[in-house]
């Protein structure tokens, strides 16, 4: 089988893994999410994944509580690694072969991040989880997904979300709005889109990196993307 990507990173947010709950995480959700990498998996794509925290916390709402903002930015890290260790578990009861790599050293729970690790890891077939964003305070994990998609030369950033793709106005507020299917990086940036902070568009910009944004919430659109069928948005 011909794939149109054969080394991915997937950019899951912690909302993802909420499902329809309010907070945490869906088992339910986290499963089918689970069936639908192994589908991807089984025929030959490599698959990194950067999993967010915000189901759990985030850094800016700690700040607007009158935290010190890298403080609460590390507990929003914190929050990414537990995601990740749940998002390995279920992958490891469908017998894929997992590893969570923290950018901030945990070692009796994670690898540490090293990138020649990184790539060998998807060389021999394993998925990689990268945990604890990039290490740093101040960054998102959309970020991460650009930063480290750029390192391990992934073809494509898979920016996991609860709608279809890009459109032209918030599609939960007007009815009307219409799928965007290709944009350009500045299009995106100078239209203001809210698809990815601007760090992580310029950097992916920077590295002619591809974006496919794309509703997480249907089953098989993973796998139609990796084929090279047009679902959702792509940024180029
Ligand atoms: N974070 C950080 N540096 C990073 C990545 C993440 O400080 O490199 C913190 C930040 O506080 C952020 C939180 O981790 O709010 C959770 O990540 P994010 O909000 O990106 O998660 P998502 O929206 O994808 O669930």
């Given at each position: 089988?011909?794939?149109?990507?054969?080394?991915?990173?997937?950019?899951?947010?912690?909302?993802?893994?909420?499902?329809?709950?309010?907070?945490?995480?869906?088992?339910?959700?986290?499963?089918?999410?689970?069936?639908?990498?192994?589908?991807?998996?089984?025929?030959?794509?490599?698959?990194?994944?950067?999993?967010?925290?915000?189901?759990?916390?985030?850094?800016?709402?700690?700040?607007?509580?009158?935290?010190?903002?890298?403080?609460?930015?590390?507990?929003?890290?914190?929050?990414?690694?537990?995601?990740?260790?749940?998002?390995?578990?279920?992958?490891?009861?469908?017998?894929?072969?997992?590893?969570?790599?923290?950018?901030?050293?945990?070692?009796?729970?994670?690898?540490?991040?090293?990138?020649?690790?990184?790539?060998?890891?998807?060389?021999?077939?394993?998925?990689?989880?990268?945990?604890?964003?990039?290490?740093?305070?101040?960054?998102?994990?959309?970020?991460?997904?650009?930063?480290?998609?750029?390192?391990?030369?992934?073809?494509?950033?898979?920016?996991?979300?609860?709608?279809?793709?890009?459109?032209?106005?918030?599609?939960?507020?007007?009815?009307?709005?219409?799928?965007?299917?290709?944009?350009?990086?500045?299009?995106?940036?100078?239209?203001?889109?809210?698809?990815?902070?601007?760090?992580?568009l310029t950097l992916c910009m920077e590295n002619k990196l591809p974006i496919v944004v794309f509703n997480i919430k249907e089953s098989g659109n993973l796998r139609k993307i990796v084929e090279g069928q047009s679902v959702g948005s792509i940024v180029h």
């Amino acid at each position: 089988m011909s794939l149109k990507y054969k080394r991915v990173l997937l950019k899951l947010s912690g909302e993802a893994l909420m499902g329809d709950h309010e907070y945490g995480i869906d088992p339910l959700f986290i499963n089918k999410l689970a069936e639908d990498i192994k589908d991807v998996y089984e025929i030959g794509v490599q698959i990194a994944i950067v999993i967010g925290g915000g189901n759990i916390f985030r850094g800016v709402k700690g700040s607007s509580m009158g935290m010190d903002r890298a403080t609460a930015d590390y507990m929003g890290m914190l929050a990414t690694v537990m995601n990740a260790l749940a998002l390995q578990d279920v992958l490891e009861k469908k017998d894929l072969p997992t590893r969570v790599m923290s950018a901030i050293e945990m070692r009796q729970i994670a690898e540490p991040y090293i990138r020649r690790k990184a790539i060998r890891h998807l060389e021999k077939g394993r998925i990689v989880i990268f945990a604890a964003g990039t290490g740093s305070p101040f960054f998102t994990t959309d970020t991460t997904g650009a930063l480290r998609a750029a390192e391990i030369k992934a073809d494509v950033l898979l920016k996991a979300t609860k709608v279809n793709g890009i459109y032209d106005k918030d599609p939960n507020k007007y009815p009307d709005a219409k799928l965007i299917s290709e944009i350009s990086y500045l299009d995106v940036i100078n239209r203001n889109i809210k698809v990815m902070d601007h760090t992580a568009l310029t950097l992916c910009m920077e590295n002619k990196l591809p974006i496919v944004v794309f509703n997480i919430k249907e089953s098989g659109n993973l796998r139609k993307i990796v084929e090279g069928q047009s679902v959702g948005s792509i940024v180029h």
